[in-house]
């Protein structure tokens, strides 16, 4: 599984973006879609996921009410639209598959870099 991560960009506070991550090669086989993301100088930390074939979504704490994820199979790809961003949301964003009968996330995309101005 391929995965392409794009949409990031500079924000100011309050404003909204939507990141895009298509997913290609053997997608038949995962079983969900996870963002993360790393901000400078901290560990990488689960953002939301969504699992492939019914859509369930869960939300990090820090979050929750202000990001949502969806997926769009017939273009297997999955979306985070972040809304009401604070410059603590400042971080590359990764998405990441999980296989079917795999332990975690074993294939990430390559990142893409919201900042978010105060």
């Known amino acids: 599984v391929q995965l392409q991560a794009s949409g990031g960009g500079l924000v100011q506070a309050g404003g909204s973006l939507r990141l895009s991550c298509a997913a290609s090669?053997?997608?038949?086989?995962?079983?969900?879609v996870g963002w993360f993301r790393q901000a400078p100088g901290k560990n990488r930390e689960f953002v939301a996921s969504?699992?492939?074939?019914?859509?369930?979504?869960y939300y990090a704490d820090s979050v929750k009410g202000r990001v949502t994820t969806s997926r769009d199979n017939a273009k297997n790809t999955v979306y985070l639209q972040m809304d009401s961003l604070k410059p603590e949301d400042t971080a590359v964003y990764y998405c990441?598959?999980?296989?079917?009968?795999?332990?975690?996330?074993?294939?990430w995309g390559q990142g893409t870099l919201v900042t978010v101005s105060s």
């Open positions: 990441a598959a999980h296989r079917t009968g795999a332990g975690g996330y074993g294939y």
């Open positions: 090669g053997r997608t038949d086989s995962v079983y969900a």
């Open positions: 969504i699992t492939w074939n019914n859509g369930r979504t």
